[in-house]
């Protein structure tokens, strides 16, 4: 069990006086939720880190702090220099950072009094402007909109021209909380005509809510049939319906609010609010196509009263649509020999229909992930390559076939369909990999000679660097185990050599010299002699792209520095916004992509505000228009490298990794894969943070170490946080798996339960166990992972 730490800074009253933070430990909470435990990672002793400050802009200890999520650390930090501060902008800065770490710990009322300080005594220092901003969100945690509309718009008098658009927007949210809607609309104009990158259609229907709310509804519902009207998006228009709904509901036109939902049921049966729509036409009894309301109830997850809408649809007038969505209802409920009846109706009686090929590829998922029967599988998979040979649905089939094969055990057969691959659709991209599934199969039959010929179809059948790097280190491993060493050594080499920089070529190299995957960097040592470097690095931009523009380049010309994107980013950045602050740095960085000296200069921009993701793409984009492949950009000046792979976050992430006993440089790769050290990524799956943590794993984390205090998902966004949880899990899989990385990071991208399967598969052969993954996700995250890491060897310990 991990120790928590303090709970953070705890204001008495409304004084303003220091707060002393207790060195001692809190004591954890107790949790009462339940959940599996993770089995807790053994620590050992790891070769210690020489970290030195990444190529960015320092930040002093506050400000370090705050962007790494330490509230606690923060407040502590800026009460320091507060102590120390002489000066009035010294003072009115630590003021600023106190307030802002009050604020992100939920001490609302804490930073709002501190912020009144800021305020009161520098009313002309920029920070007592911005002020008015932090102060607004500390009134909207009170529950004061009031007030918190005041401070913004007192912020639009002291700084006009800089946010605008997006203060605007905040002031007019704040009055619609207030009540004063009608007042919030000619805000969310001026945020409109404002000039940024806000999504104009999110305003106007905001401006159409406003009108709601005040029982406007003429106006309410011109606005949302404006907005109807601009948008071809399913969803948004779905919503539109609905709220003009609403409108003509308070105008007493009750068929007209009928009318707009039956057309998002009948249009847009995908989208949630035309499930809400359907709601009120089944309350007020209005007819509905009952295979409309099925469709609409089975996007909303409403299974039950989907079954009896296609129940009463296919009784009133079959379909093959009816059959198939029946189908795909009695799967979500279980009923699986239910859906396989409709799946096999509809491809009986249904031939010439558009869903039939859909309809097939249901049947086969349901015979073999639903009733293990994956001998008919096969078959139906096989029918279907057959009937339906062209591109697009034959080489997929059968492919499919191949891999159920594999899945049931019969790896003869899946061999022999998937060499078909080659010979019937020689062209396509599944003939490589067909011919390199077959060799796989076939080597763990112990059929060597045989694989090593399906392998030489791979090589081919090759169209990249990569497929060839595959094959050749693949017919070595064959060629190995059917005893010529001296043969597979001969095709490691023409591994290594096909694709330098990516996995297969370099996985080779190691076969080659003995070293195990992963094998530790021991010491790693990140100074180096930044200023030799950079100028190396724009001496040879300057001879590359014969650039003229004035010294030094690593500052913002004019033509930057006057962007308007620039200029808002820099100020979301110092509000602590930083994923609108990216937002607009990315604008501006894709406007100038073409231009390497403007690229080159926003890069640095963007490393001294801690938006690394965009300065690692900014980077690989310089050498993109030098005309650099991968392998060809490690041969550029090592300066772009530095900061492609830099030891970002590494005050967090390198201790975390000793204290688990991983390589700092291994779980750099990690994070680098996860987010590219973006702290506040969020993927579809709902991941979040440098470590991409699932709320459900965060929760599960947090109990298990009683950290940090009052847990709840948002603190994933803190890298404090999302490092730490990210790192015991990643831990905790590797010592579930005994040492054995790739199956830890299946765990972590796919889950325990996949990587076991396929640990299962292939026990002691790691190659093989990256082979036998059945998710391409998983396959291609190790990998990268793998690749990255041999990259920051390279730069930093000399791998």
Request: hydrophobic share 45%; with cysteine.
């Amino acid at each position: 069990m991990m120790p928590a730490v303090s709970s953070g800074p705890q204001l008495a009253g409304a004084g303003l006086a220091l707060l002393t933070l207790a060195c001692s430990l809190a004591t954890p909470r107790v949790p009462t939720a339940t959940f599996e435990p993770v089995p807790t990672p053994t620590a050992v002793a790891f070769p210690s880190p020489t970290p030195t400050a990444s190529p960015s802009a320092p930040l002093n200890a506050g400000q370090q702090a705050l962007f790494n999520g330490d509230w606690d650390l923060a407040y502590v930090e800026f009460s320091r220099q507060l102590e120390q501060a002489s000066e009035p902008e010294q003072i009115a800065e630590a003021l600023y950072g106190r307030a802002k770490a009050l604020l992100r710990s939920g001490l609302h009322a804490g930073a709002q009094a501190e912020l009144t300080e800021l305020i009161d005594r520098f009313p002309t220092n920029v920070r007592s402007a911005q002020a008015r901003v932090l102060r607004a969100q500390a009134f909207l945690g009170l529950g004061q909109p009031e007030q918190a509309a005041a401070d913004y718009a007192a912020y639009l008098e002291q700084r006009p021209g800089v946010l605008d658009g997006y203060v605007e927007e905040w002031l007019a949210d704040a009055l619609r909380l207030a009540g004063r809607p009608l007042e919030a609309v000619g805000h969310y104009q001026n945020a409109i005509a404002a000039q940024g990158i806000t999504d104009a259609l999110s305003l106007l229907i905001k401006i159409g809510r406003c009108y709601l709310e005040a029982g406007e509804f003429e106006l309410a519902l011109t606005q949302f049939d404006s907005v109807y009207a601009q948008t071809s998006d399913p969803g948004t228009r779905a919503s539109m319906n609905l709220l003009a709904g609403e409108a003509l509901e308070g105008l007493g036109q009750f068929d007209g609010a009928f009318s707009r939902y039956l057309d998002s049921v009948n249009n847009y049966p995908t989208a949630q609010d035309s499930y809400i729509g359907l709601v009120r036409l089944v309350e007020a009894e209005v007819p509905v196509d009952d295979f409309q309301r099925g469709l609409v109830d089975y996007h909303a997850e409403a299974y039950e009263p989907a079954l009896a809408a296609f129940d009463r649809a296919l009784g009133n007038a079959p379909s093959a649509a009816g059959f198939y969505y029946r189908g795909l209802t009695q799967l979500s409920l279980g009923n699986s020999e239910s859906a396989l009846a409709d799946f096999e109706a509809l491809v009986a009686d249904y031939p010439g229909d558009s869903l039939w090929p859909e309809a097939e590829l249901a049947m086969a998922r349901t015979q073999w992930a639903y009733l293990d029967q994956y001998s008919a599988a096969v078959d139906t998979y096989l029918a279907l390559a057959a009937e339906r040979p062209e591109p697009g649905i034959g080489p997929e089939a059968l492919f499919a076939a191949g891999r159920t094969a594999e899945r049931s055990g019969d790896l003869r057969l899946a061999a022999d369909i998937w060499l078909r691959l080659p010979e019937l659709y020689p062209g396509h991209d599944l003939a490589q990999r067909g011919a390199f599934q077959s060799g796989v199969a076939l080597f763990r039959q112990g059929q060597f000679a045989e694989a090593d010929q399906a392998f030489g179809r791979a090589l081919e059948s090759a169209s990249t660097s990569a497929d060839t790097a595959a094959a050749e280190l693949w017919r070595g491993k064959t060629l190995l185990a059917a005893g010529d060493p001296q043969a597979a050594e001969a095709a490691w080499n023409q591994a290594v050599q096909a694709d330098p920089t990516g996995y297969y070529s370099v996985r080779a190299a190691d076969l080659l010299a003995g070293n195990p995957v992963f094998e530790s960097s021991g010491p790693f040592d990140f100074a180096y002699d930044r200023e030799a470097e950079q100028a190396e690095a724009e001496r040879w931009l300057r001879q590359t792209f014969s650039l003229s523009g004035p010294d030094p380049l690593s500052e913002p010309d004019l033509a930057l520095a006057g962007d308007p994107r620039w200029v808002r980013g820099r100020e979301l950045s110092t509000l602590g916004e930083l994923e609108l602050a990216a937002a607009e740095f990315s604008s501006l960085r894709q406007s100038v992509e073409t231009d390497p000296e403007a690229t080159y200069r926003l890069m640095h921009e963007l490393l001294g505000l801690g938006l690394y993701r965009d300065a690692i793409i900014a980077s690989r984009q310089i050498l993109r228009l030098a005309g650099m492949d991968d392998a060809a950009t490690l041969e550029a000046p090592v300066y772009f490298n530095r900061i492609r792979f830099g030891p970002y976050f590494g005050e967090l992430i390198l201790p975390e990794a000793a204290r688990y006993g991983l390589d700092g440089l291994f779980l750099l790769s990690v994070v680098r894969q996860e987010s590219l050290f973006e702290g506040f990524a969020t993927s579809s799956a709902a991941a979040h943070g440098l470590m991409q943590v699932i709320p459900s794993t965060g929760e599960s984390i947090a109990a298990q170490l009683g950290w940090p205090p009052d847990y709840t998902s948002a603190d994933l966004h803190r890298p404090i946080v999302s490092v730490r949880f990210g790192t015991f899990y990643l831990a905790a899989q590797r010592d579930r798996f005994e040492g054995d990385f790739f199956a830890a990071l299946a765990a972590y991208n796919a889950g325990p339960g996949n990587a076991q399967i396929w640990k299962d598969l292939a026990p002691s052969d790691p190659d093989l166990f990256l082979e036998v993954i059945r998710l391409d996700q998983p396959q291609l995250y190790i990998r990268v992972i793998f690749e990255v890491y041999e990259i920051y060897r390279s730069l930093y310990s000399g791998g």
